[in-house]
């Protein structure tokens, strides 16, 4: 599988993105996956188009599929700030992979939202990186912005 076509944005991260400013929930994925780490400093000292490029690559689970994701970064970082990412281990069984109940964090997120958390059926029915995201946006104990857009926009939202 290639990289697609244009960046990978959902409707919710084009205006909080701004312009690729702040790091995509695609290149989180990525970054997440291969157990990589850069800070926002470091993601804001790669040119726009390097940017564009990262928010390409396949959001797919099989880390298999597009292994240049983590060559291209390191490439990246050495040619434009002269560091290279932190590593960590991907934690083996994240709870957004789990189809059989929602995660704490998004119920938690939801009710700081006024919002119904997704049901079990309906968080199972969410294509992977959708829950990835749900529960990326859902880590920290306090309300986040994109949150409510995010459900709204994947139709979980009830």
Do not use: C
Not at 44 to 58: G, H, M, T, V, Y
Not at 64 to 79: C, K, S, V
Not at 88 to 108: H, K, L, N, Q
């Amino acid at each position: 599988m290639g990289l697609n076509e244009a960046p990978l944005l959902f409707n919710f991260e084009v205006e909080s993105s701004e312009n690729f400013t702040y790091i995509p929930m695609s290149v989180r994925f990525n970054l997440d996956r291969f157990g990589l780490r850069i800070s926002l400093d470091q993601w804001q000292s790669l040119p726009l188009e390097d940017r564009k490029l990262l928010a390409r690559f396949p959001v797919d689970e099989d880390a298999q599929i597009e292994p240049n994701f983590d060559h291209a970064l390191f490439e990246m970082l050495r040619t434009h700030a002269n560091v290279e990412p932190d590593w960590f281990t991907p934690e083996e069984s994240p709870a957004w992979r789990r189809t059989d109940s929602v995660p704490d964090g998004v119920t938690r997120q939801a009710e700081l939202a006024g919002l119904a958390s997704p049901s079990v059926d309906r968080w199972a029915e969410l294509e992977p990186f959708k829950r990835y995201v749900l529960a990326k946006l859902s880590r920290k104990p306090e309300a986040n912005h994109d949150f409510i857009p995010a459900m709204k926009e994947f139709g979980a939202a009830e």
